[in-house]
């Protein structure tokens, strides 16, 4: 009978010594989810755009629309989340374009149009510091007219970029603290703080930016709890708001309708009101 038992905690201490070191070969491969199908284009909606090309840090060659609004004011900067690419996000651009802002989206390496290069946290971090310095030293953009946005993973790209620069404000949805953290919300029982070789710590960089900061997170969130939103907000500086939605990860700020589209609208609109440019 014992060999039986010692037999089978083996079994499963070889399974989960396995699978531990899966996770950290491949974990690249769960948090990338990039797709090459372009599902439609601004033009499908009514939207006016450029195609644009430009090079990344290390010269990979990204892709990106950008959507141009009748006036001269701020431009919003998109940064998406882990899967899919901009096509996903038409519907998002057309909120700010109504709301009086152009707005440029792009795509990683590898996601969508761009040159297919391999993922890393450096490599998408390059990706959006290119994409900051294509508004400002293509289209002649000051940073206090640029905004960036950034959705769950985007969020962290957005983060990092805020704190290098000098952007108007920074907008984060559906943000992690870091991805460690949201793996030990999926993953309880691996060791994912060990394991991780990919961080994103969005807290961190949050506490260093200098400009307002909105923080829009869904309570019914089912992957990135709202306590790290909330942990988010704390951290950062002042001025910053809060807006609270409901919905699933990827559906909430559709779903919540004029809960997310007030609270975004009368955040981007706080920035150039008199008490804000004293």
């Given at each position: 009978?014992?060999?039986?038992?010692?037999?089978y905690?083996?079994?499963?201490?070889?399974?989960?010594?396995?699978l531990?070191?899966?996770?950290y070969?491949?974990q690249e491969?769960?948090?990338?989810?990039?797709?090459?199908?372009?599902?439609?284009?601004?033009?499908?909606?009514?939207?006016?755009?450029?195609?644009i090309?430009?090079?990344?840090e290390?010269?990979t060659?990204?892709?990106?629309?950008f959507?141009?609004?009748?006036?001269?004011?701020?431009?919003?900067?998109?940064?998406?989340?882990?899967?899919?690419?901009?096509s996903?996000?038409?519907?998002?651009?057309?909120?700010?374009?109504?709301?009086?802002?152009s707005?440029?989206l792009?795509?990683?390496?590898?996601?969508?149009?761009?040159?297919?290069?391999?993922?890393?946290?450096e490599?998408t971090?390059?990706?959006s510091?290119?994409?900051y310095?294509?508004?400002?030293n293509?289209?002649?953009?000051?940073?206090?007219?640029?905004?960036v946005?950034?959705?769950?993973?985007?969020?962290?790209?957005?983060?990092?970029?805020?704190r290098r620069?000098?952007?108007?404000?920074?907008?984060?949805?559906?943000?992690?603290?870091?991805?460690?953290?949201?793996?030990?919300?999926?993953?309880?029982?691996?060791p994912?703080?060990?394991?991780?070789r990919?961080?994103y710590?969005?807290?961190e960089?949050?506490?260093?930016?200098?400009?307002?900061?909105?923080?829009v997170?869904?309570s019914?969130?089912?992957?990135?709890p709202?306590?790290?939103?909330?942990?988010?907000f704390?951290?950062?500086?002042?001025?910053?708001?809060?807006?609270?939605?409901?919905?699933?990860h990827?559906e909430?700020y559709f779903?919540?309708?004029?809960?997310?589209t007030e609270?975004?609208?009368?955040?981007?609109?706080?920035l150039?009101?008199p008490a804000?440019s004293?």
């Amino acid at each position: 009978m014992k060999k039986r038992v010692y037999f089978y905690l083996a079994l499963i201490l070889i399974a989960y010594g396995l699978l531990i070191g899966f996770f950290y070969v491949y974990q690249e491969r769960l948090i990338y989810i990039p797709s090459t199908e372009i599902l439609s284009d601004p033009l499908h909606y009514g939207m006016e755009f450029e195609e644009i090309r430009f090079p990344s840090e290390d010269g990979t060659i990204l892709h990106g629309w950008f959507l141009p609004h009748k006036s001269s004011g701020p431009v919003v900067l998109m940064y998406h989340g882990n899967a899919g690419n901009i096509s996903y996000m038409i519907d998002s651009a057309k909120i700010l374009l109504d709301m009086g802002y152009s707005v440029f989206l792009f795509d990683y390496r590898s996601y969508g149009l761009s040159q297919s290069k391999p993922l890393s946290q450096e490599a998408t971090y390059m990706d959006s510091r290119a994409a900051y310095l294509w508004l400002k030293n293509s289209k002649g953009y000051e940073e206090n007219q640029i905004i960036v946005h950034g959705r769950s993973l985007g969020g962290a790209q957005a983060a990092h970029v805020a704190r290098r620069f000098f952007p108007k404000a920074l907008v984060l949805e559906s943000t992690f603290t870091s991805l460690p953290e949201v793996g030990k919300h999926l993953y309880p029982w691996l060791p994912v703080h060990l394991l991780s070789r990919v961080h994103y710590p969005t807290l961190e960089d949050v506490k260093a930016v200098r400009c307002p900061v909105l923080i829009v997170h869904s309570s019914q969130d089912e992957l990135i709890p709202f306590s790290h939103g909330q942990k988010i907000f704390d951290a950062a500086p002042e001025p910053k708001s809060f807006v609270t939605i409901t919905g699933d990860h990827n559906e909430g700020y559709f779903t919540s309708g004029k809960a997310y589209t007030e609270g975004l609208n009368t955040f981007l609109a706080s920035l150039d009101s008199p008490a804000e440019s004293e």
